[in-house]
């Protein structure tokens, strides 16, 4: 929209608050977007993108702020350390959507048993944690 655009795979939610990034000539509407390794095609589709806004959740008192590395060892650390501080370690996230958010702080916002909100320079991402059994 003339905000910015969200981008999801149905298990991450990405959200920008601004149009960088998008090429010239990309218009507000719904897309299907492929990416190969130097291409990335915006393909226009047909219907209305969900209000995603719905799910983000709400601003938590205490959030962490937390640094993920590129290297995995801070990829662990990071996710060890939501699982404890948001999450009460009875849930985790995948450690390859952590990966996606290397190389960049953020501040995260999450309770057990709901999403948890990644925050970076007006960046957003949603990820739906896992029960861990």
Known sequence: DDTGYCA?????LHISTNREGLPNGVEN????????????????????YPDYKTVIPKDVENPIDINIGADSGSISGALGLICVKCLNGTMAINFDYLE??????????????????????GRIAVVMPLKLT
Request: aromatic content about 8%.
């Open 100 to 121: 996606d958010l290397a190389g960049t702080k953020w501040t995260v916002h999450g309770i057990p048993d709901k999403s948890v909100k990644f925050v970076s320079h």
């Open 29 to 48: 509407g719904l897309y299907n977007v492929i990416i190969s390794k130097d291409l990335v095609v915006f393909q226009p589709k047909d219907g209305q």
């Open 8 to 12: 999801t795979d149905g298990k991450r």
